[in-house]
């Protein structure tokens, strides 16, 4: 069974950076759609940001685009989640998910991460 497991987590002011990473189990992880998904209190989860398995096509939704870079290290089996110009909206429990049967549904889901942005 595939695990996933987020890090990188924390408390940053607006408008700076961080930087969060998916650690994936399993030796077909190259072949898995990735995503990020977050979950702030109160709210529904939420897509993020998704990655093809080759890298070469990345999605994300219209509130981070130009902020948020998704990227992945087949190699390392580790999917990232950069994270610039961040703001107090974006705070919320990150997770990283994963796709592995090209069915538009996501399979795996991580513990999360907390993200806190202060104003």
């Known amino acids: 069974q595939v695990q996933l497991v987020e890090s990188g987590g924390g408390l940053v002011q607006a408008g700076g950076s961080l930087r969060l990473s998916c650690a994936a189990s399993g030796r077909a992880f190259s072949r898995y759609t990735m995503g990020w998904f977050r979950q702030a209190p109160g709210k529904e989860r939420e897509f993020v940001v998704r990655i093809s398995w080759s890298g070469g096509r990345t999605y994300g939704t219209d509130s981070v685009k130009g902020r948020f870079t998704i990227s992945r290290d087949n190699a390392k089996n580790t999917v990232y989640l950069q994270m610039n110009s961040l703001k107090p909206e974006d705070t919320a429990v990150y997770y990283c998910?994963?796709?592995?049967?090209?069915?538009?549904?996501?399979?795996?889901w991580g513990q999360g991460t907390q993200v806190t942005v202060s104003s």
């Open positions: 998910a994963a796709d592995s049967d090209r069915d538009y549904v996501w399979d795996y």
